[in-house]
T-cell receptor, first 115, second 113 residues
Framework: GAVVSQHPSRVICKSGTSVKIECRSL??????MFWYRQFPKQSLMLMAT?????????EQGVEKDKFLINHASLTLSTLTVTSAHPEDSSFYIC???????????FGDGTRLSIL | AQSVSQHNHHVILSEAASLELGCNYS??????LFWYVQYPGQHLQLLLK??????LVKGIKGFEAEFIKSKFSFNLRKPSVQWSDTAEYFC???????????FGKGNQVVVIP
């Protein structure tokens, strides 16, 4: 149980393009979803926390107008990287939690490459 | 804000050897502690967690971890590793009542058959 599906797994696009990444909890209701960014040989850096039906809470230094997060239902959250540039190239990972005190379950990640 | 330290990023050992990965965190309050594992090409999976109670926690695949509050540590151990334990291991911490996780940089473990 507790499966999180993240799509797409790989995106290659031109600079200036906006890219949407989906994160779905397949067999549980995720009251909270998290978006992380991971650089090579670095730890996962939390970008934002989203609760269903409310605005996402962004970590310090993360531009909310650049990384748009929508958590429209208890099973779906999306991250849109707007007007992506090469420096946005990274590995983006989502996770979902069934509630306070529940562990986070992770998606497979999305490798974003901006040319 | 809490931070998590994992040392010895790369660990190489032979099958049947014992494994211990250190994890130290900096936060003075009550914490929840996790170890996640990421096998090659797969997503992060929960290995074990500590919320309260017995500080020695048993996880999947023969792993265990011990919470030592006085040392702010949550070290992961396995007495005898297998080739299939080759993976990256991440320690993570969140403050009690806060779902936000702080991750360590991870340990890349390679087990040689």
């Amino acid at each position: 149980g507790a499966v999180v599906s993240q799509h797409p797994s790989r995106v290659i696009c031109k600079s200036g393009t906006s890219v949407k990444i989906e994160c779905r909890s397949l067999d549980f209701q995720a009251t909270t979803m998290f978006w992380y960014r991971q650089f090579p040989k670095q730890s996962l850096m939390l970008m934002a926390t989203s609760n269903e039906g409310s605005k996402a809470t962004y970590e310090q230094g993360v531009e909310k107008d650049k990384f748009l997060i929508n958590h429209a239902s208890l099973t779906l959250s999306t991250l849109t990287v707007t007007s992506a540039h090469p420096e946005d190239s990274s590995f983006y990972i989502c996770s979902a939690s069934g509630g306070e005190g529940q562990p986070q379950h992770f998606g497979d990640g999305t490798r974003l490459s901006i040319l | 804000a809490q931070s998590v330290s994992q040392h010895n990023h790369h660990v190489i050992l032979s099958e049947a050897a014992s494994l211990e990965l250190g994890c130290n965190y900096s936060y003075g309050g009550t914490v929840n502690l996790f170890w996640y594992v990421q096998y090659p090409g797969q997503h992060l999976q929960l290995l074990l967690k500590y919320f309260s109670g017995d500080p020695l926690v048993k996880g999947i695949k023969g792993f265990e971890a011990e919470f030592i509050k006085s040392k702010f540590s949550f070290n992961l151990r396995k007495p005898s590793v297998q080739w299939s334990d080759t993976a990256e291991y991440f320690c993570a911490v969140n403050a009690y009542g806060n779902n936000r996780l702080a991750f360590g940089k991870g340990n890349q473990v390679v087990v040689i058959p």
